[in-house]
């Protein structure tokens, strides 16, 4: 079987200079390059540059497929759009010894003002036809990148989601805590379904975490915070947001915009759409019925052969 690999990157909220673009083509000769984006495809060699080191100086989304069984998606997304403490629940270290012999899972990495995100998948087992079947990496792009926008809108399912991917990837616990488990995964959007099928994640984790997870809130109306939050904006603020719309900024304007009413979300209603984390152990007997995690958690608990 030839080697495949797929690289694209893109750029969200600023487009490429030219002078960026003239850098990365003296990286490739074959890529297809634009203002806002970088895609190219390897039967041998491989990428000349760090994709890491490319979200923090070009990029804001990345994805990546090989057919050996590995695909990759980064997120690059401003510091001030996701806490801190928020990230740390969802991907601190396992206090066991639980470890996996592939690539992390769901990893942070904090740049200067930037989080970047990255989802992993790897398995070299040659159990998985949808990476040696097929070319794997085209379309991943449009059907994933919405989750930058529902990250800095607040809604926390892709970081729970990239925990999940870390259980099934053998990364946590019997003892590990558990994150608190967010509204709304029992109606996944289009773009977190294919972040489950991008990841490989189990259905049935994903269905047991399902079970005991709230609602979507119902909003038929303007949600009254966003009249609150208006109403502490100067008239600074607001010139600034006009300019940058009368420029054809657009993005760049609903992004501030974001940033800065979630962040005043964050201190004006510091326990909203919080839930209580439960132990992984726990979690298991609330869907499996079993008194015993221990059966839950043998030798082969990632293949799940009690089910």
Request: aromatic share 12%; net charge negative.
């Amino acid at each position: 079987m030839s080697e495949y690999q797929y690289y694209e990157f893109m750029a969200v909220d600023q487009p490429l200079t030219s002078q960026q673009q003239a850098e990365l083509r003296s990286r490739s000769s074959r890529a297809t390059i634009t203002a806002t984006s970088f895609i190219n495809e390897y039967h041998w060699g491989d990428l000349k540059g760090d994709p890491l080191n490319w979200m923090q100086r070009y990029f804001d989304a990345h994805v990546y497929s090989a057919n050996w069984g590995s695909c990759c998606l980064m997120l690059r997304l401003p510091i001030s759009s996701l806490d801190a403490e928020t990230l740390k629940q969802f991907t601190a270290l396992s206090q066991t010894d639980a470890q996996s012999f592939y690539v992390e899972a769901f990893v942070v990495t904090q740049a200067s003002d930037h989080w970047i995100l990255q989802w992993n998948f790897n398995d070299d087992s040659g159990r998985y036809e949808r990476f040696w079947s097929q070319e794997d990496g085209p379309g991943w792009m449009a059907s994933l990148l919405p989750i930058r926008d529902e990250l800095m809108r607040g809604d926390t399912r892709p970081l729970y989601l990239g925990w999940l991917a870390r259980v099934c990837n053998g990364e946590i616990g019997q003892n590990d805590l558990e994150p608190p488990i967010p509204p709304g995964l029992q109606s996944l959007t289009p773009a977190q379904t294919a972040l489950t099928t991008f990841l490989l994640i189990d259905p049935d984790w994903l269905a047991a975490a399902a079970t005991v997870s709230q609602a979507l809130p119902v909003r038929n109306n303007i949600d009254p915070d966003i009249d609150n939050w208006i109403a502490t904006q100067s008239l600074d603020d607001m010139r600034a947001t006009m300019r940058l719309l009368l420029e054809k900024r657009g993005q760049e304007a609903k992004r501030k915009l974001q940033q800065r009413f979630l962040s005043w979300q964050r201190e004006h209603l510091p326990n909203s759409q919080k839930l209580s984390g439960k132990t992984l152990d726990a979690f298991c007997k609330c869907y499996f019925h079993h008194g015993d995690s221990n059966h839950i958690f043998g030798s082969a608990w990632q293949d799940f052969e009690i089910l």
